[in-house]
């Protein structure tokens, strides 16, 4: 099987990036967002990501984004600057095709270039193991479990850390 290219966001890709995240935040436990940001938001995200030097990718399948990747800072401290958090999240129909892998390599790529050290991702605890494989098989390693943080959907959610370093400065 061949994954399409993975290459940077533009402002044209973003209705279709707020499409596949709209669907998460509606249908699933994936997020902790309970109502859809407006595209004004992924407008300000892209600016500000791309500002810093910090990746947001998209892999396109048959000319439609299929999937979207990207790193933020971790928290706003300035001792955290070398730290990002990453997120990945695939349109519904396009999962288990290995465009997950492909944004997150392509994202871990970005952050080693732009000089990060430490990846973070927190995964929403949803009864499946993709997003926690998926990380595990670049490198990440569990780094502790926050119980019952989130409540969505009926139910409380409990948010998985991962960590991966990039550079041996960590």
Sequence with gaps: ??????????????????????HY???????????????????????DLTGRGLPFLVAEVDGEVAGYAYAGPWRPKPAYRHTVEDSVYLAPARTGRGLGSA???????????????????VIADTGGDASTALHRRH?????????????????????????????SRG
């Design 25 to 47: 935040v509606r249908h699933t436990v994936a997020t902790f967002d309970e109502a859809p940001p407006p595209a004004a938001d992924w407008h300000r995200r892209l600016d």
């Design 139 to 167: 490198g990440f390693a569990e780094a502790g479990r926050l119980t019952g943080v989130g409540h969505k959907l009926g139910r409380a959610v409990d948010t998985v850390l991962m960590q991966r370093a990039l550079t």
């Design 103 to 121: 944004l997150l390599a392509g994202v871990l790529d970005g952050c080693a270039a732009a000089g990060v050290r430490q990846v973070i991702a």
């Design 1 to 22: 099987m061949t994954v399409p290219p993975v290459r940077p966001a533009a402002p044209a890709d973003l209705a279709a990036v707020a499409d596949i995240y709209a």
